[in-house]
């Protein structure tokens, strides 16, 4: 079987439609995603090339996830907004701690991020971040969490989560959580994240 014919057979594969869509619309596939993991690990150095091709390339993360980075403007550039970043990094900060790493199950609630949030810094300053917003009735704190909790539900539409009920209000950290890591070498994620911007696709 040639190039062409070993490509062409990839792309007939009946995971190669499900995993192409998740990638080019900046989600991760992690280990925990078996079989669309499987299929992509398989067949890497292939659907590098085939990504190549469309000035994109297929990552693979040390801790066991895929995810495709845009090089040029056929795909274009997709960001997280300062309120995902912001939620993203405090995800990972908890994550990291040793309380949670001992009880392993990498679970969390809404409640810990904000709580963690406020260790860190001024409520004005998470709801200005949180909200994108100076206007007083938007820095209630049934506010920051409305926007915590929709931050949570688009970290989980990237892969980053697996929310554990509809409302995002508990949910489980995936190996794609660490590429925030090199992020988290700061106590202060809020400073992190006005400083360091926030394009996903090229952290």
Same mark, same amino acid.
């Given at each position: 079987?040639?190039?062409?014919?070993?490509?062409?057979?990839?792309?007939?594969?009946?995971?190669f439609p499900i995993a192409d869509h998740r990638l080019r619309r900046g989600a991760h596939i992690a280990v925990e995603d078996?079989?669309?993991? &499987?299929?992509?690990?398989?067949?890497?150095?292939? /659907?590098?090339? /085939?990504y190549g091709r469309y000035e994109a390339a297929l990552m693979e993360g040390a801790e066991g996830y895929f995810y495709l980075v845009s090089q040029g403007s056929i *795909?274009?550039?997709?960001?997280?907004?300062?309120?995902?970043?912001?939620?993203?990094?405090?995800?990972?900060?908890l994550y990291r701690d040793p309380e949670n790493r001992v009880r392993g199950t990498g679970q969390l609630t809404v409640e810990q991020v904000i709580s963690r /949030?406020?260790?860190?810094?001024?409520? &004005?300053? #998470?709801?200005?971040?949180?909200?994108?917003?100076?206007?007083?009735?938007?820095l209630h704190?049934?506010?920051?969490?409305?926007?915590t909790l929709d931050a949570i539900k688009k970290l989980a539409g990237l892969n980053f989560l697996h929310l554990l009920d509809?409302?995002? *209000?508990?949910?489980?950290?995936?190996?794609? #959580?660490?590429?925030? &890591?090199?992020?988290?070498?700061?106590? &202060?994620?809020?400073?992190e994240v006005e400083g360091n911007g926030t394009d996903h696709e090229n952290r």
């Open positions: 079987m040639n190039e062409n014919e070993k490509l062409g057979a990839i792309i007939a594969n009946e995971q078996v079989e669309l993991y &499987d299929f992509i690990s398989r067949h890497f150095s292939e /659907l590098c090339s /085939l *795909f274009g550039q997709r960001q997280l907004s300062k309120a995902e970043m912001l939620i993203g990094l405090t995800i990972a900060h /949030l406020e260790t860190l810094k001024s409520q &004005d300053d #998470i709801a200005r971040i949180v909200t994108e917003s100076r206007v007083k009735a938007e704190p049934s506010r920051i969490r409305e926007a509809s409302s995002g *209000f508990a949910f489980r950290c995936k190996r794609p #959580i660490h590429r925030f &890591d090199h992020f988290v070498s700061q106590v &202060d994620p809020v400073v």
